[in-house]
């Protein structure tokens, strides 16, 4: 059972934050200063996270820079109980880089333009895993206990790119309204491959292997339209997000299942590959609203989300397959979202001219109803089985500004929990698993943000000439 356990264990370490990057709005926050706010600045952004977060208040930036992320890490802690029907625990830890946003603004025509670069979501975690030789009777066809080894593939991969120009104007002293136009990148994978070797005590050999993969692929464009209005103590916000317009998609769908060695009624090889599948990918309306409200020299950010739900659709429309049973199995590719309400807030406080701390907290809720995984494709049967997790955020640092760059030092908690049906029971195999029970994921995150604002090039290279003339 602890071998079952370890690969319940592993396949979720990979999962889980895959679909939290899709199925939670605010898990990732972009900006060095805004990933301190928690992305509570729709109504007072001011570094080149304006792009995503509020396009209208690039009029508000006053000098002309370049910023960029610095490669952020993350250490993430992941709590199983009540694993397989039983009272208790199992645990793991992960160690990888953060998504990051780089870009600048510029002057055209008298204009406020910004380019960024975005890794919306990166998330590509590959693990492989081969038991010892172990021993227990797990196949009646063969008397006696057996010698078996089991071998675990699984490959989650989640990547979309952005590339966006970012244009902004003042329709009067206190209006601004902007616009930002992203090109998306979009590409969704997966791979589980679960194989057993049973060697019986009368030298009989028996095989068994279940692979199932896919992919998505999407090119489309993501708009944002943005309003910024000063008070005279205070500004407001508005990012609307229109959904997703897709260009281009593709869909595959790979599966094989091979039984072999045990009798002539039970062996089995089948393989299914599958090319230029209709796919579809949909991201939801949104609507956010912020404040930046002074307090002294420092301030408080303010920030409301809502984003749609999306009625339940076909992600991938993949044939009925068959898996060796008496009828064909479904292939679950549904998706479903429900709308979502979130809201947070964050603290910027004025130490000295050259220092400033942050402080700040927001609600980060799943709005998955139903969402085509790996669980489900490698589950036995017709079975949609959710993963997601409601989150807090909460992020803490400085901002350090020195006469050649501004040095920013912070870190971020993610913490949230869920319960879902245990999903994994290989066909074939006398594992024992209630599949009725209910496993709890506790997830813990840290962020280690290092970002860096630089002078842009061609303002320093001006002012090198000046002096040399």
Known sequence: ??????????????????????????????????????????????????????????????????????????????????????????????????????????????????????????????????????????????????????????KTNVKDEWIGLTWATKVTDRLSLGVSGFSSVYRYEGNSILDYTVIGEEGNIAFYQNGTAFRQDSYGLVVKMGANYNFPKFDVGLNINLPYLEVYQQGRFNYNKTIA???????????????????????????????????????????????????????????????????????????????VLNFGLGAEVFITEKLKTYGSFTTDFNSFDANPNIFDLSSDGEKSINIGANFIHGSVGVDWKLSWASIILGTTYTAGSSEFISPLKPTGIALEVNQDELTKIDYNRWQFVIGLDLPFLDNKMKGIIQKEL
Do not use: C, W
């Open 261 to 339: 060695g045990i009798d002539s009624e039970t062996d089995l090889f089948l393989e299914y590959k599958l090319k230029d599948l209709t796919a579809n990918r949909k991201e939801p309306f949104g609507v956010s609203v912020g404040s930046g409200i002074p307090i002294g020299l420092s301030k408080l950010h303010l920030n409301v989300d809502y984003v749609a739900g999306i009625a339940n659709y076909q992600r991938m429309i993949v044939p009925d397959i068959d898996t060796g049973g008496d009828v064909a199995t479904q292939v679950l590719f549904d998706e479903k979202r429900k709308h």
């Open 1 to 154: 059972m602890y071998l079952t356990r370890f690969i319940y264990v592993t396949m979720l370490v990979g999962i889980l934050p895959l679909h939290a990057q899709q199925g939670n709005y605010k898990f990732n926050n972009y900006g060095n200063r805004s990933i301190l706010l928690s992305g509570n600045v729709t109504g007072s952004v001011e570094d080149i996270a304006l792009a995503y977060y509020n396009p209208a208040r690039l009029t508000e930036v006053q000098d002309t820079r370049f910023s960029f992320n610095a490669k952020a890490y993350q250490l993430t802690s992941l709590k199983l109980s009540n694993i397989l029907g039983e009272e208790s625990s199992q645990g793991s830890t992960n160690f990888n880089g953060v998504p990051s946003m780089a870009g600048g603004t510029f002057k055209l025509f008298g204009t406020r333009f910004a380019y960024s670069f975005l890794s919306k979501t990166r998330n590509n975690i590959g693990i492989n895993y081969s038991s010892k030789l172990l021993n227990g009777n797990i196949l009646n066809s063969f008397p006696g206990d057996e010698s078996y080894k089991v071998r675990l593939n699984l």
